[in-house]
């Protein structure tokens, strides 16, 4: 599962599932030094789904969904000044 490091708060990190689920709540030591704000995470759980196994940051997800967000936010504008 993917997950966005969303918050950080009193050495606690929440990351939001990309599905829609809970938020997760870890804490910070167990990512990785570098992590900042908006980075992706693919999570794997033991076979419970109680207990986390791995995190791994995925490379370059971050940057690509910024990306994609900066891309559909110029189509949107363009459309808006077109209609006027």
């Known amino acids: 599962m993917r997950a966005i490091f969303e918050e950080l708060e009193n050495d606690?990190?929440?990351?939001?599932?990309?599905?829609?689920?809970n938020p997760i709540e870890i804490k910070r030591c167990e990512l990785p030094d570098e992590a900042i704000l908006?980075?992706?995470?693919e999570i794997y759980?033991?076979?419970?789904?109680?207990?986390?196994?791995?995190?791994?940051?995925?490379?370059n997800e971050r940057i690509r969904r910024l990306e994609k967000?900066?891309?559909?936010?110029?189509s949107?504008?363009?459309r808006t000044k077109d209609n006027k």
């Open 12 to 21: 606690i990190a929440r990351l939001i599932p990309d599905d829609g689920g």
């Open 38 to 41: 908006g980075d992706v995470f």
């Open 69 to 74: 967000v900066k891309l559909k936010r110029e």
């Open 45 to 59: 759980y033991k076979c419970d789904r109680q207990i986390i196994e791995k995190i791994y940051l995925v490379p």
């Open 76 to 78: 949107l504008l363009r």
